[in-house]
């Protein structure tokens, strides 16, 4: 598997599992600290899949989502939150951003894999 995915998250050690887990699929990584770090990345060359956690300073992962999936070059990119929030309402108001998937942290690896294979196969 090909392609290019950006992942999002404060934490380095979230970030370091996260990228190891999808090199093992054959995905080129690239990483950012926040929201705002992101979005300048996406301005520069567009990912085939965005990994986003929730909880980041500056702006949340909800309005992030929701920016991107109401952009007209950026509606189209599958995007993963992760949180450590994980109720029904987190769920529910994430795919209300627009989320194709949703996954509690700690991360499910074999979770990770699946549904970045199943948001991927179109690419």
């Not at 992942?7 to 887990?21: K, P």
């Not at 956690?53 to 999936?69: A, H, N, W």
């Not at 509690?104 to 990770?112: A, D, G, R, S, V």
Request: hydrophobic content about 40%.
């Amino acid at each position: 598997m090909m392609g290019n995915a950006l992942i999002v998250d404060d934490s380095a050690t979230e970030r370091a599992i996260l990228a190891s887990c999808l090199k093992e699929l054959g995905i080129n990584v690239s990483l950012a600290k926040s929201g705002e770090e992101a979005l300048e990345k996406i301005a520069i060359g567009l990912p085939d899949l965005i990994v986003l956690d929730i909880v980041l300073p500056g702006r949340s992962g909800f309005e992030i989502c929701r920016e991107l999936k109401g952009a007209e070059n950026t509606h189209n990119i599958p995007i993963i939150l992760c949180s450590t929030k994980d109720t029904d309402m987190d769920k529910f108001w994430g795919k209300k951003q627009g989320a194709d998937a949703y996954l509690p942290k700690p991360i499910n690896q074999e979770e990770l894999v699946e549904k970045v294979k199943q948001l991927m196969k179109s690419i």
